[in-house]
């Protein structure tokens, strides 16, 4: 069935750096822009960073651009998110989404369970 | 402006009708998207582009839009319908840089 397993999550000082993984299956990955979405506890959903389905095209938010850095590897139907100088406010759940893509909107139509990021010293 | 407005908090009665609404100036380049949460749950789309639902969300559920403001409407709401709801949509400038309203928590009575 369609799926997506975030891994990678956990906790770590801040300034420290984490890499999460995100596993795909049931659906052609190599066709879909990718996403990770961030929880914090208690709060609103925020998008974090964009790429696109041949990795050449890539975005972030405000609050991670510097610090993170998006990528993925088709052939191994897997998506990444590279985290370094991390501070408090990082601390949530990350979800991974596929996107769908047209001229008119994006919209998120399959996510994973989510990978819980604590940073805490 | 990059920001999606809701209501924090909606309630509707078991079996009537609710609108929930999300504003922003990018939704009048941009359709909105819709996503359902539940509690220690990951969201769920249920409504994207003009009005499509993906397979498996009730016909119930409904999206539509006017100028600067997006709507899911439920029609004849079910207790399993008590969630949070989240818009999304594009920046105004049209890159792919996601905007989430700040939530909707709807209580059905």
């Known amino acids: 069935q369609v799926q997506l397993v975030e891994s990678g999550g956990g906790l770590v000082k801040p300034g420290g750096s984490l890499r999460l993984s995100c596993a795909a299956s049931g659906f052609t990955f190599s066709d879909y822009y990718m996403s990770w979405i961030r929880q914090a506890p208690g709060k609103g959903l925020e998008w974090v960073s964009y790429i696109s389905s041949s990795s050449s095209y890539t975005n972030y938010a405000d609050s991670v651009k510097g610090r993170f850095t998006i990528s993925r590897d088709n052939a191994k139907n897997s998506l990444y998110l590279q985290m370094n100088s991390l501070r408090a406010e990082d601390t949530a759940v990350y979800y991974c989404a596929s996107v769908v893509v047209t001229a008119r909107f994006d919209a998120f139509d399959i996510w994973g369970q989510g990978t819980m990021v604590t940073v805490s010293s | 402006s990059s920001e999606l407005t809701q209501d924090p908090a909606v309630s509707v009665a078991l079996g009537q009708t609710v609108r929930i609404t999300c504003q922003g100036d990018?939704?009048?380049?941009?359709?909105a998207s819709w996503y359902q949460q539940k509690p220690g749950q990951a969201p769920v789309l249920v409504i994207y582009?003009?009005?499509n639902r993906p397979s498996g969300i009730p016909d119930r559920f409904s999206g539509s839009s006017s100028g600067n403001t997006a709507s899911l409407t439920i029609t004849g709401a079910q207790a399993e319908d008590e969630a949070d709801y989240y818009c999304?949509?594009?920046?105004?400038?049209?890159?792919?840089?996601?905007?989430f309203g700040g939530g909707t928590k709807l209580t059905v009575l």
């Open positions: 990018s939704l009048r380049s941009y359709y």
């Open positions: 999304n949509s594009r920046d105004s400038s049209g890159n792919h840089l996601g905007v």
């Open positions: 582009g003009k009005n």
